[in-house]
């Protein structure tokens, strides 16, 4: 219902009591109702992995390939696009390296990027939904519960490969991200390290933040709206001041 000079009036549940919103007021109350989205990349963003994947890719690509940076050119992707673009039709070897990948899983230490869990719980404390946006699957996310089991309840969303059909620097798992939380990319951050993960979220169209984990600051800079080192003293409203 509107008054004459254009207020918006709100019944509550209360008898007798209504709020009276201005057009100041109406857009205030707005802005309060929008969700906020936070996505992150797993390797590199919420985990140090990175440096031990490229020990591992590094391998695969000397034997199985005679290449030398391979490791360099699967940052970032799914599996099915590592083996569709490297190892094509090259049954064999994929079933090889998938064990062996399986068994170095199983064996990675998961230690978190230093902040991140400070970061998360600031996050929470301000009512911002979060999720996991990876190209690892379920398999290798498997190996992450046995070491931190915590991880399923320190998001509200997991999305992993099987939940996308395209791979990074393709936007597809970022816009699932905010499809499922219903959030605008205006109102969505995301946080990556690899340049196929930067392109990805820039592409989105959300505000994105680059980790200077696995690359350098200088080489991740004009993909994305801000760098970090890591999350060390990184909260909800400096958040805020990133824009795209």
């Not at 209360?14 to 205030?28: A, N, S």
């Not at 992150?40 to 000397?62: A, I, L």
């Not at 360099?72 to 190892?87: E, P």
């Not at 970090?228 to 003293?233: P, V």
Request: overall charge negative; charged content about 20%.
């Amino acid at each position: 219902m509107k008054n004459l000079l254009g207020s918006r009036i709100i019944q509550t549940f209360v008898p007798g009591i209504v709020i009276i919103l201005t057009d100041l007021g109406k857009r205030m109350f707005m802005e309060t109702m929008k969700t906020m989205a936070v996505l992150f990349d797993f390797d590199g963003v919420v985990v140090d992995t990175e440096t031990q994947y490229s020990v591992f890719w590094h391998k695969m690509g000397v034997d199985y390939l005679g290449m030398k940076e391979l490791e360099s050119r699967v940052k970032g992707q799914t599996l099915t696009y590592i083996y569709d673009t490297f190892f094509s039709g090259m049954t064999k070897e994929q079933a090889e390296i998938t064990g062996l990948l399986n068994s170095f899983e199983e064996k990675m230490t998961f230690d978190f990027i230093p902040g991140v869990l400070d970061f998360i719980s600031d996050l929470h404390r301000h009512g911002v939904k979060t999720a996991v946006v990876t190209s690892s699957n379920e398999a290798k996310m498997a190996a992450v519960y046995r070491v931190h089991p915590e991880i399923k309840t320190l998001f509200d969303r997991i999305l992993t490969a099987e939940m996308f059909a395209a791979s990074k620097p393709a936007p597809d798992c970022f816009l699932l991200g905010m499809e499922i939380f219903g959030a605008a990319p205006q109102d969505t951050y995301v946080f990556e390290d690899s340049f196929n993960g930067l392109r990805a979220g820039m592409a989105s169209g959300a505000n994105v933040i680059g980790l200077a984990t696995t690359n350098s600051r200088e080489d991740i800079a004009p993909l994305c709206h801000h760098v970090l080192d890591d999350f060390r003293g990184f909260t909800y409203d400096k958040m805020l001041q990133v824009h795209k």
